[in-house]
C-alpha cells in the first residue's frame, strides 16, 4: 500500500479528538489539502497538515489539485451537502465520519449520487472497526480477508463460531454520560435542538446496529416490541419523556426481535458521571462479551466440554484501522466489501422502524 493522499474537510473536534492521533502513526499517509472556513491556528500549524494547501471551501480548492487521486475524508458536522459538492467537484473517493447522512430524505438522495457519479463513498463507524472480533466468531471475517489480521487472538484460534454456538439472545448498550454526554452536547447541540439531524437514534444508531448488520446478526425486517424514549430535561438533571417528533431523543431503550431472537438495546446521552459500553451475545454452546471501550479486549467462554476460551483485541487504535479497511477498499483490494454503505443503510431503516412504533 503506498502514500496515500487525502484531504481533510473539516478539522472540529472530529478531526482533533480522533483523526488527527491516527494521522500523525501511520506512515502512509499525507494529508495535502484542508478544507476549512474557520482554520485555527494550532490546526493550521500542527505538523501533520502544515505543509498542506488550506482552502477556505470546497469551491476555493486549487485548480491544480487532482481530485481524482485522492481521498477526501469529510469530517463537517452536515455531510450531504459537502459530500454533494465533493462529487461535483470531481473528487470520486471519499470517506464520510459517522452518520453517512443524517435528514431522511438524504438517503435516497445519496443513493442516487452513487448512481450517477460512481463515486466510491466509505461510511465511517469505528463500532464496526471495534467489533471486528465479532465478526470472525460470526464467521463473516475469515482468515484470508486481509482485515483478519486486523485482530490478535490469544487463546482459542478457530471454530470460534462453533464455541458460541447457535445465538439466542443479544444485548447492546451505548449510554454515554459523563463528558461524552453534556460537555458534547453543548459541541454538538443540534444533538438535542434539531429534531430533523439531531437524537441518539442518528447519533448513535448506527454504533449499535451497524457491527450487528455487518455481523449478519439483524436485517431491516427486525420486529420492534417495545421502545421508550427520553430527553434531557430543562434543568439538565435528569430525564422526560419526548411526546412528539419535535422533541430529538436522548435516551432510547429498546426491544427488538430478528427470526424470533430478542434484541434489547439502549442507547443514549445522559446527564451523569460514567457511562455503558457493552455487547453481550448469549450463544447455545457460550457467550460473546465486548466492552465497546476503544482499548478493551473481547471474550469469547464456551460453557461446554473443556470450557475453551478466546481473547480479541484491536493491533491498532480503532481509527487506524479505520484508514487502513478504507485504503484497501478505494484500491479495490476488498472486492466484495461495500464500505460498509448496506450497513448503513440497514441502520437507517431500523432506526426508522424504532422511531415510527414510538412517535
Not at 2 to 10: A, D, Y
Amino acid at each position: 500500500m503506498g502514500i496515500k493522499e487525502v484531504v481533510i474537510v473539516g478539522t472540529g473536534s472530529a478531526f482533533t479528538e480522533h483523526y488527527l492521533g491516527a494521522l500523525m502513526a501511520m506512515k502512509n499517509v499525507r494529508v495535502v489539502g484542508v478544507v476549512e472556513g474557520a482554520l485555527t491556528d494550532e490546526v493550521a500549524n500542527h505538523a501533520v497538515v502544515q505543509s498542506a494547501w488550506k482552502s477556505r471551501s470546497i469551491a476555493e480548492i486549487p485548480s491544480e489539485h487532482n481530485v481524482f487521486e485522492s481521498i477526501a475524508i469529510v469530517l463537517t458536522p452536515d455531510h450531504f451537502p459537502v459530500i454533494k459538492e465533493l462529487v461535483e467537484r470531481g473528487f470520486r473517493r471519499i470517506a464520510v465520519e459517522k452518520p453517512l447522512v443524517s435528514r431522511d430524505w438524504e438517503v435516497e438522495e445519496i443513493k442516487r449520487i452513487i448512481e450517477w457519479s460512481k463515486v466510491s463513498l466509505y461510511a465511517t463507524d469505528f463500532y464496526i472497526q471495534k467489533l471486528l472480533p465479532l465478526l470472525i466468531v460470526t464467521g463473516v471475517l475469515t482468515p484470508n480477508d486481509p482485515r483478519y489480521d486486523f485482530v490478535k487472538i490469544q487463546g482459542v484460534q478457530k471454530n470460534h463460531k462453533e464455541l458460541l454456538g447457535p445465538i439466542e439472545g443479544i444485548s447492546v448498550q451505548i449510554i454515554e454520560a459523563g463528558d461524552f454526554c453534556l460537555p458534547d452536547i453543548t459541541k454538538r447541540p443540534w444533538l438535542a435542538d434539531n429534531a430533523e439531524i439531531g437524537g441518539m437514534l442518528r447519533d448513535l444508531g448506527t454504533h449499535i446496529f451497524a457491527p450487528l448488520v455487518t455481523a449478519g446478526l439483524i436485517t431491516s425486517d427486525v420486529s420492534v416490541h417495545h421502545v421508550d424514549m427520553g430527553r434531557i430535561d430543562n434543568d439538565n438533571k435528569g430525564l422526560v419523556t419526548v411526546r412528539g417528533r419535535r422533541d430529538p431523543e436522548l435516551y432510547v431503550p429498546a426491544l427488538l426481535t430478528e427470526h424470533g431472537i430478542p434484541l434489547s438495546i439502549a442507547l443514549g446521552k445522559v446527564p451523569f458521571r460514567g457511562g455503558i459500553w457493552t455487547l453481550v451475545i448469549r450463544g447455545q454452546n457460550g457467550t460473546f462479551c465486548a466492552g465497546l471501550r476503544t482499548g478493551q479486549s473481547s471474550v469469547l467462554v464456551s460453557d461446554k466440554g473443556e470450557r475453551e476460551h478466546a481473547v480479541f483485541s484491536l493491533k491498532k487504535l480503532p481509527y487506524q484501522t479505520v484508514f487502513e479497511e478504507a485504503f484497501m477498499y478505494f484500491d479495490g483490494t476488498l472486492p466484495n466489501f461495500d464500505g460498509h454503505l448496506g450497513a448503513f443503510f440497514t441502520s437507517k431503516a431500523i432506526e426508522d422502524k424504532i422511531r415510527k412504533y414510538y412517535l
